[in-house]
Nanobody, 123 residues
Framework: QVQLVESGGGLVQAGGSLRLSCAAS????????MGWFRQAPGKVREFVSA????????NYADSVKGRFTISRDNAKKTVYLQMNSLKPEDTAVYYC????????????????WGQGTQVTVSS
């Protein structure tokens, strides 16, 4: 069983930065891919980024490429999402998720989810 807890969300002005963290429990963390998704009010949950078990492969949504960076520290069982040049349209609840095997942008392939952290970007 894996449990995920996100932190680091908050209110920031457009152009600012935030770093989200997702702490995991469970011995299989270092073997699992990790993903970040987000959901804005009235919208479907969308893929943001994902990273393979060893960090060797990453994937980003076009909307965040060049602005967001995903990374992980397997010794700390934590995955990070560094978000720079934030825009009001980045406002959403951000969720981390984990799955066995490789990275994926499909949320229904992730069996384990955190509770989410709110990110609000003011204009």
């Amino acid at each position: 069983q894996v449990q995920l807890v996100e932190s680091g969300g908050g209110l920031v002005q457009a152009g600012g930065s935030l770093r989200l963290s997702c702490a995991a429990s469970g011995r299989a963390f270092s073997l699992y891919a990790m993903g970040w998704f987000r959901q804005a009010p009235g919208k479907v949950r969308e893929f943001v980024s994902a990273i393979s078990w060893n960090g060797g492969s990453t994937n980003y949504a076009d909307s965040v490429k060049g602005r967001f960076t995903i990374s992980r520290d397997n010794a700390k069982k934590t995955v990070y999402l560094q978000m720079n040049s934030l825009k009001p349209e980045d406002t959403a609840v951000y969720y981390c998720a984990t799955k066995p095997a490789g990275v994926s942008a499909l949320y229904d392939e992730y069996p384990y989810w955190g509770q989410g952290t709110q990110v609000t970007v003011s204009s």
